[in-house]
């Protein structure tokens, strides 16, 4: 069973372009996450989707908005690009029903420069 | 609002046991994780306990919660070189990936 695949593995992006990110659930799984991991913030929840709704929304200015297509494949997007966005940013698979098996991708590493 | 704590290092001989231990505040808490992460790697769910459990093992890992304190640890027994990685304790009131509030880490580091 093929695992979550993120795309690209790395992005060096300018101050103030946009940014588009990838992510590829496992086969079956209804709904992804996505997460943004810096070393001063941690791991924080950016949003989920399931069945192409947004169900769960972290605390992110609205630069940062994503999306789901009928296949469960997600979408990130950063626009307006700032240097505190550089880091590694994770998407989550899971069923989506009561099993709690999350399973997260390698993710994107992102450089703002 | 939630938060989770843990240690931010750890360092035990080969062969000994590790105990990564963490606190929560949410006693909203339903799900109870935690995540290893190797360098340049993503997260893997090493397990996870429902917070109407007070105890699992698999394997070479056992978690235990104590609900009333709002303590988590997590005990790897026999620890090997390639146990070495960050450990993130986490835990959500939701089903799914959805929510789930991180530690920041505890970086487990193995002696020979």
């Known amino acids: 069973k093929a695992g979550v695949t993120q795309t690209p593995r790395y992005l060096i992006k300018t101050r103030g372009q946009q940014v588009t990110l990838s992510c590829s659930p496992i086969?079956?799984?209804?709904?992804v996450s996505w997460y943004q991991q810096t070393p001063g913030q941690g791991l924080q929840f950016l949003f989920e989707y399931f069945s192409e709704t947004q169900r769960n929304k972290g605390n992110f200015p609205g630069r940062f908005s994503g999306r789901q297509f009928s296949n469960s494949r997600s979408e990130m997007n950063v626009s307006t690009l700032e240097l505190g966005d550089s880091a590694l940013y994770l998407c989550?698979?899971?069923?989506?029903?009561?099993?709690?098996?999350?399973?997260f991708g390698q993710g994107t590493r992102l450089t703002v420069v | 609002g939630e938060d989770v704590e843990q240690s931010l290092f750890l360092s035990v001989r080969e062969g000994d046991s590790s105990v990564i231990n963490c606190t929560y505040t949410?006693?909203?808490?339903?799900?109870l994780y935690w995540y290893k992460q190797e360098p340049g790697a993503g997260l893997q769910l090493l397990t996870y306990i429902f917070s109407n459990m007070d105890m699992k093992q698999d394997q070479r890992l056992t978690v235990l919660l104590n609900k009333k304190d709002k303590h988590l640890s997590l005990r790897i027994a026999d620890t090997q070189t390639g146990d070495s990685a960050i450990y993130f304790c986490a835990e959500s009131r939701y089903s799914s990936a959805s929510k789930i509030i991180f530690g920041s880490g505890t970086r487990l580091s193995i002696r020979p």
């Open positions: 989550a698979s899971a069923p989506g029903g009561m099993n709690t098996e999350a399973f």
């Open positions: 949410d006693s909203s808490s339903t799900y």
């Open positions: 086969s079956g799984h209804r709904s």
